[in-house]
């Protein structure tokens, strides 16, 4: 079982930084892979960023390639999200999730196994 909570959101104006983390409890978090989705108001559940468990794997989105980087630090049981040149279109609520199986693609939701309540990014044009 994985807890996983985020913080680091916030309002930014276009062109700006922000720094997600998602603090996760349990003492196997660093046997899951990680991943990083958004959901806007009235859209699906939309894939950010993967980090795979032992962080030697990274994937993006092609919307955010370039300007996001997503981390972890096993030791501290954390995954990061940096997120930079923030757009009007950036805007959601973020959530992390953690995937337990090697199966099925990181980029789709359906196989992760425990997620976040998510912190809300806001860009402001």
């Known amino acids: 079982q994985v807890h996983l909570v985020e913080s680091g959101g916030g309002l930014v104006q276009a062109g700006g930084s922000l720094r997600l983390s998602c603090a996760a409890s349990?003492?196997?978090?660093?046997?899951?892979?990680m991943g990083w989705f958004r959901q806007a108001p009235g859209k699906e559940r939309e894939f950010v960023a993967a980090i795979n468990w032992s962080g030697g794997s990274t994937t993006y989105a092609d919307s955010v390639k370039g300007r996001f980087t997503i981390s972890r630090d096993n030791a501290k049981n954390a995954v990061y999200l940096q997120v930079n040149s923030l757009k009007p279109e950036d805007t959601a609520v973020y959530l992390c999730?953690?995937?337990?199986?090697?199966?099925?693609?990181?980029?789709?939701?359906?196989?992760?196994?425990?997620w976040g309540q998510g912190t809300q990014v806001t860009v402001s044009s």
């Open positions: 999730a953690a995937k337990e199986s090697l199966e099925g693609s990181n980029r789709y939701p359906g196989a992760y196994n425990y």
């Open positions: 349990g003492r196997t978090f660093s046997s899951y892979d």
